[in-house]
């Protein structure tokens, strides 16, 4: 199985700018950043799945180390990392819909969404892109963004996110708003 991200996706992802940098906060030196192995190597490997292990440390370090002007470089290379491992290997097969919106508002917020959704594809050892993976993941890109919110500013997609999930009815978003947010409407004129 592969990852089944739509044109659009990667073009969001790629085209998304990252936040301002906040003095203050811990280089990744300090968290340890993720070795990240060759992006050309990877691509080039005829199994991807050796990978998996570099994939899941690039994918952890995403999630766990804070935003920095320091750690820009090796964000923006991780997150290239995880995407394209996502995209070759069998572990993991993700089509993203309606329930990322809000996460389109800022790229490093998206890129923890799949981060979560990898890590949960390999621990719970279920490839099958499903309301549950959705829902951890979701839950993980809101904790990233209010870890990262001075870094990040306020985002109103993520502030409802951030309410739906603190009254706990984010599973009421994945059911009932979610599906609704591409959905034509019906428009008459009378």
């Given at each position: 199985?592969?990852?089944l991200l739509s044109?659009?996706?990667a073009i969001?992802?790629s085209a998304l700018t990252?936040a301002?940098a906040?003095?203050?906060v811990?280089?990744s030196?300090q968290i340890g950043a993720?070795l990240?192995p060759?992006?050309?190597?990877?691509?080039a490997c005829?199994?991807?799945?050796?990978?998996?292990?570099a994939?899941?440390?690039c994918?952890?370090w995403?999630?766990?180390a804070?935003?920095?002007?320091e750690?820009?470089?090796?964000?923006?290379e991780?997150?290239?990392?995880l995407?394209?491992?996502?995209?070759l290997?069998?572990?993991?097969?993700?089509?993203l819909?309606?329930e990322i919106y809000?996460?389109?508002?800022?790229?490093?917020v998206l890129v923890a969404?799949?981060?979560?959704a990898?890590?949960y594809?390999?621990?719970a050892?279920?490839p099958?892109y499903?309301s549950?993976?959705?829902?951890?993941?979701l839950?993980a890109?809101i904790?990233y963004?209010?870890?990262?919110?001075?870094?990040?500013?306020?985002l109103?997609?993520l502030?409802?996110?951030t309410?739906?999930?603190?009254?706990g009815?984010?599973?009421y978003y994945?059911?009932t708003?979610?599906?609704m947010l591409?959905?034509?409407?019906?428009?008459?004129?009378?």
């Open positions: 199985m592969k990852t044109l659009a996706t969001a992802i990252m301002q906040t003095p203050g811990a280089t030196a993720p990240v060759s992006l050309e190597k990877l691509q005829s199994n991807p799945d050796c990978y998996d292990a994939a899941l440390r994918a952890h995403l999630l766990e804070p935003q920095s002007e750690s820009e470089d090796e964000r923006e991780a997150s290239r990392f995407v394209a491992w996502m995209d290997t069998d572990h993991i097969t993700l089509s819909g309606n809000p996460l389109m508002e800022n790229r490093e969404y799949l981060a979560a990898a890590i594809a390999m621990d050892q279920s099958v499903s549950s993976m959705q829902y951890h993941s839950w890109a904790n963004y209010q870890s990262n919110r001075d870094r990040i500013g306020s109103d997609g502030e409802l996110l309410k739906l999930r603190n009254e009815r984010l599973d994945l059911t708003i979610a599906p591409a959905t034509p409407v019906a428009y008459s004129q009378e």
